[in-house]
């Protein structure tokens, strides 16, 4: 180690000098002029044990944290919830700042005992309130850099490495949500939505009181409607209140304690240090608003039940109102809301699968709470279709996923970047100029001074930014190509749709013994593939006869193996089914 490092930990670059050794924890490499040296920090992989060994660290420190806040919560406003009814208002903001915290606790460590810094460039964290409104802020505010640099900051001053620090200030003194991610959240089928705003208003003028909360289900939007007439209900639309947050109050803050008494681990240590000012905004200063809106005339006051697929997890009203009611022993059912639950290491440390009474699979049965439903978004068998002259329709990877998941590091998703415009760059000619390139919204956005659009010019492939209709996408297409495991890969299974995807090569660490027994298979018979050239000469290979590879005897059958208790494809009874469950266990 006789080389000498500066590290970087901040987005600002003017007190840099040029003969500076530069690294970085975060793939940052287009900020820096082309003179600067610099390198990134090489993490090793980890193993399927040391994933599951930080999972369930965490998850120790999670049901600590979890006690104590509910104390401590229940005390401020002067009310008595449950553990289990402050996991479903906060679990997911603990997770994922427990989560974002310790890898990036584990980074810095790391690169401190293994690199010989004499130098660290970082954000004064102490000009930046860390503390966000809401979880759905929580979930971005990590890829922000200001942010992330200045949790950075604050672990660093607290694991007291005696190193030269050179701070600058933040420009920004705390994250705020942006506003079209807000308007992100506006239910899509406008039309669709507007005629039943209006059938609506006539739950005032009927008893909706003992009505089912039947809600964000994931099931077509009709079809979520239909299951409401199967309960003698008028179909609704429950809106989504838009919250008005106050300012942080510090004298609140300041009076919240959390025990250190049998406190040993350092890491532990640091959250209940700090988490008096990390508690986002919604369970202080702004609980007692939300909880009034949560017990008005926006929710039925007795519900047969409560049934969602995604509300559990952003709404902070419905929350509120769920963890209110289930005080009252109303059955609370959450289905499944997308790929990787039961498959991914990750995914046995979530509170939905915790707090619910019961959990509607898309097919696994588990345990007594894990009960076995069907894939909620496929319904409707002929949404969705593939045209067998069609094109090449490559859709990638959220951005936001890396930065906490264990089993990834900030530069795995800028080598998932290289890789998908290696494929580009060595598909066929015809093929190339017959492909399009589906980008989520992040892609538009910057990230660490990145913006990954621009990864993505001057490659020959049409770039869609989102604004069309998917389906009508699968419809033009010959071949999907998912550059991750993708949920549409799920729903193209069911739909019968000409489907690869590529993984990273360790992708097989994160997965559960079964998940990689059902992802081994797929691997296997060329469906799923971890090498870029393995891919593309399939793709070049096949491309005339894309339609007669995908519905070999061969193929379907692995497919159906694949799908078999894990990816039921819903039948014309499946709803009754569906009903049948609700009723059953309410």
């Known amino acids: ?69 509910a104390i401590e919560l229940n005390s401020i406003h002067k009310i008595d919830y449950s ?33 010989n810094i004499n130098k660290i460039y970082s954000i004064d964290y102490k000009n930046y309130d860390l503390a966000v409104d809401d979880t759905l802020s929580q979930s971005l505010a990590r ?7 200045s949790l950075c900051s604050k672990l660093l001053d607290y694991l007291n490495y005696k190193k030269e620090i050179v701070s600058n200030l933040p420009k920004k003194s705390f994250f705020v949500l942006p506003k079209k991610e807000i308007n992100n959240r506006h239910v ?58 106050k300012d942080r109050n510090q004298n609140l803050r300041s009076n919240i304690k959390f025990s250190m008494k049998n406190v040993i681990d350092p890491f ?42 995604a509300s559990y997890a952003y709404d902070e009203v419905f929350k509120v109102y769920a963890a209110n009611q289930i005080k009252n ?44 439903g069907f894939n909620f978004k496929t319904i409707n068998h002929r949404k969705r279709s593939f045209n067998k002259n069609g094109k090449l329709l490559m859709l990638l990877e959220d951005r936001t996923d890396a930065c906490f998941a264990f089993h990834k590091n900030d530069f795995s998703q800028q080598k998932q970047i290289e890789t998908s415009i290696k494929i580009i760059q060595s598909l066929r000619p015809d093929i190339k100029k017959n492909t399009i390139l589906r980008l989520r919204s992040d892609y538009f956005n910057e990230y660490f001074g990145i913006k990954y659009v621009d990864f993505f010019k001057n490659l020959g492939v049409t770039v869609e930014s989102g604004e069309k209709d998917v389906n009508k996408l699968f419809s033009q297409s010959r071949l999907s190509l998912f550059d991750y495991d993708s949920t549409g890969v799920l729903e193209n299974y069911i739909y019968n749709i000409p489907t690869l995807f590529i993984v990273p090569r360790d992708y097989l660490n994160c997965l559960t013994s079964e ?14 593939f971890v090498d870029e050239k393995k891919l593309i000469e399939h793709i070049n290979n096949h491309w005339s006869n894309i339609t007669e590879w995908w519905m070999s005897e061969k193929n379907q059958k692995i497919i159906k193996e694949f799908n078999k208790d894990f990816n039921v494809k819903p039948d014309k009874h499946s709803m009754k089914k569906l009903k049948q469950l609700l009723s059953k266990t309410s």
């Open 1 to 69: 180690m006789s080389k000498k490092y500066s590290l970087v930990l901040t987005d600002s670059f003017e007190k840099l000098e040029r003969t500076e050794n530069i690294l970085t924890l975060k793939p940052q490499i287009p900020n820096f002029g082309r003179d600067i040296k610099f390198e990134t920090v090489s993490f090793p992989e980890i193993s399927k044990k040391e994933i599951y060994d930080r999972y369930n660290f965490c998850e120790k420190i999670f049901d600590s944290l979890l006690r104590d806040l």
């Open 83 to 115: 553990q289990r009814s402050w996991d479903i208002i906060i679990g997911k903001w603990l997770r994922d700042l427990i989560h974002v915290s310790y890898k990036n606790y584990l980074q810095i460590d790391y690169a401190l005992k293994n690199y």
């Open 188 to 245: 899509k089928n406008k039309g669709k939505k507007l005629f039943f705003k209006i059938i609506s208003l006539m739950k005032y003028f009927v008893n909706i009181n003992n009505y089912a909360v039947i809600n964000k289900t994931y099931l077509p939007f009709i079809n979520e409607k239909m299951l409401e007439l199967k309960f003698f209900q008028i179909p609704l639309v429950w809106p989504e209140i838009e919250v008005k947050y």
């Open 515 to 528: 998940g990689e027994r059902k992802y081994q298979m797929l691997l296997d018979n060329s469906l799923m």
């Open 143 to 149: 890829m922000d850099s200001e942010w992330l640099f």
């Open 329 to 372: 022993k109303i059955p609370y059912f959450i289905g499944q809301h997308g790929n990787n639950y039961f498959t991914q290491i990750h995914c046995n440390y979530l509170s939905e699968l915790n707090y619910s009474d019961k959990f509607i699979s898309w097919g696994i049965k588990k345990d007594p709470k894990v009960i076995n």
């Open 268 to 309: 532990e240590n640091f959250l209940r240090i700090n988490l008096p000012n990390l508690l986002p905004t919604f369970v202080l200063e702004n609980f007692q608003n939300i909880k009034k809106i949560s017990n008005g005339n926006l929710y039925p006051k007795k519900p047969k039940f409560i049934f969602t697929s």
